[in-house]
């Protein structure tokens, strides 16, 4: 996952260079819709990656709201164990360093905009 949001950010920088040239609108509706899918695509693992955080978050809330005070001393016990555990979120990561969420997701447009900001100032200079 992480090549893939390399590649992502390099291909949404290109691309978006290229779109600033383009004067034939097939090229132009082919290649923004290239760009958007390559978006989408990266929005897409993000997205669920921040779901699967917010969903873990909440199992300490539902483990309250069950039944637990009829339960076993035994079955409370397992039950404290699970919310204690529930405090730290699960979280989907790429290669052990980028989290799959949303925040990285903004960061990944940031990087790709900055990178092709510096290709038009490049570009202009010349």
């Known amino acids: 996952m992480l090549v893939q949001f390399v590649e992502?950010?390099?291909?949404?920088?290109?691309?978006?260079?290229l779109l600033t040239d383009?004067?034939?609108?097939?090229?132009l509706i082919g290649w923004s819709s290239f760009m958007f899918a390559a978006i989408f695509q990266t929005?897409?693992?993000c997205w669920f990656g921040?779901?699967?955080k917010v969903?873990?978050?909440?199992?300490s809330n539902m483990v309250y709201n069950s039944d637990w005070p009829n339960l076993s001393n035994d079955a409370r016990k397992m039950l404290v164990v699970i919310m204690a555990r529930s405090l730290t979120p699960v979280e989907i990561t790429s290669a052990y360093i980028l989290p799959?969420?949303?925040e990285s997701f903004?960061?990944?447009?940031?990087?790709?905009?900055?990178?092709?900001?510096?290709?038009l100032q490049s570009k202009s200079s010349e």
């Open 8 to 17: 992502s950010a390099i291909s949404i920088c290109f691309t978006l260079y």
């Open 22 to 27: 383009i004067e034939d609108t097939a090229q």
């Open 43 to 45: 929005f897409y693992f």
């Open 50 to 52: 921040d779901v699967a």
């Open 55 to 59: 969903k873990s978050l909440d199992i």
């Open 100 to 102: 799959m969420n949303l």
């Open 106 to 119: 903004k960061g990944l447009m940031k990087v790709a905009y900055s990178a092709y900001n510096m290709l």
